[in-house]
């Protein structure tokens, strides 16, 4: 991600997140799940989606911190990570132009592997290392109250990890813009609200 291979880092990005919310579903019943998933025999995926591993991690979430009313869109945001990931790893066209920023790189041509370090790509290396990270913390919480008596630095982590996400200002990638076809209006309508506040 560094050295600007941003689609290659993407992938990694992508398959690290997919771990980690494969674990947190794992972690609800540790037993239960655990068993499904060693004896699942779908050759091409895990025993759950990741759409319903994302509601039920939400749900158990909620239970767990006793919280009564989940944001309507709630789910739709912690799943529209792991679209926008995929679309990385899949080599969507127009995600790989965009990341290739041809407007912004001496090599016109968007389909070649290369680094592409720009400044203009750096709020975008940040927000794919967030996502990963902040998962990532979330599985080692949900691992440790889970086997561990003592996480509470772990909780405290928490908190000021959520700090300093709130405190960073990050221009949204343009890549998550989308339509009322693909996301239905009253999503988009939620999220071009979202946009209007947005620190740049």
């Known amino acids: 991600m560094d050295k600007g291979y941003i689609e290659s880092a993407g992938s990694i990005a992508t398959a690290c997140w997919e771990r980690t919310i ?104 940040i927000y794919i290392k967030m996502l990963v990270i902040d998962n990532a913390l979330d599985a080692l919480i949900d691992y440790s109250r889970e086997f561990r008596t003592k996480y509470d630095f772990l909780l405290d982590l928490r908190q000021q990890f959520n700090h300093l996400i709130s405190s960073i200002e990050l221009q949204a990638p343009t890549i998550m813009l989308t339509t009322p076809e693909e996301v239905t209006q009253e999503y988009l309508d939620y999220l071009t609200e979202l946009d209007k506040h947005r620190r740049f």
């Not at 895990?46 to 979430?61: A, G, N, Q, Y």
């Not at 529209?80 to 995929?86: A, G, P, V």
């Open 22 to 125: 494969t674990l947190r579903k794992i972690l609800i019943d540790p037993i239960v799940n655990s068993q499904t998933h060693t004896d699942h025999q779908e050759l091409k995926r895990t025993p759950w989606t990741v759409k319903s591993m994302v509601s039920d991690i939400l749900k158990h979430e909620h239970k767990i911190n006793d919280i009564p009313n989940q944001h309507p869109f709630e789910e739709k945001n912690f799943y529209m990570q792991y679209t926008f990931l995929s679309n990385i790893k899949h080599g969507n066209p127009f995600t790989i132009s965009y990341l290739n920023r041809p407007g912004y790189s001496f090599n016109e041509e968007l389909f070649k592997f290369k680094s592409n370090d720009s400044f203009e790509d750096k709020d975008l290396k």
